[in-house]
């Protein structure tokens, strides 16, 4: 299982600049690792800080979109990761409920038999366990307006201080994060309730749709 990935948002913020924000994410963490502002023509520097790393594509002049297309494989789609998440939480759910039907019965059954032949039977109790929670997924979600998902979550994306030609990435960057961290938080109430997976459950880094297209070394 993958234990390390790297996700570059791609910006222009003008004709002639490259804004580029880097995460990094491990099985521990997941932290924004670094900021490039580049000029449209430096190519070489650019495709260098994007090599191997999962991109997400903001607002591109044509000469980025360009240079992007020979990494199509590697452009992440937002409406997977959205699927994947809520389908896993669902599950999970449905594993939940029908592990504590199937404890019921089987506590039904094993009480109805006769005290004195319950002694020859492995022993049977009714569990009282907690439910699990997961993370209220958002039904639609745009990168390109970041800053409106942080206004439905009354959080603040960014201060009024700072770059403001890294204004777009590095929202897309912390929005970016904020999901992949909602993600972590699942995996966790996944993997700490043995019901759900079993007991061989992992933490995955980020959903199989986007780890599936980080390059195999």
Known sequence: MRDYASIAIVDCPSSDLIAVEVISVTKDSCDLAGAWILKNDDLASFEQIIEGRLLIKLNLNPNIEKSLDKNSGLVLDFKEFLTEAKSDAEKAILSYENFMIENERAY?????????????????????????????????????????????????GLSKTGNTKMKNALLASRATKYLIDMWRFDEMERVNRVYVDGDEAKVSILPSSWLSKIPQN
């Open 108 to 156: 039904r059954e094993y009480m109805a038999i006769k005290p004195a032949d319950r002694k020859l039977l492995p022993k049977v109790t009714k569990k009282q366990l907690i439910a699990p929670e997961f993370s209220k997924w958002p039904s639609d979600f745009d990168i390109q307006k970041s800053d409106l998902f942080f206004e439905s979550l009354n959080k603040k």
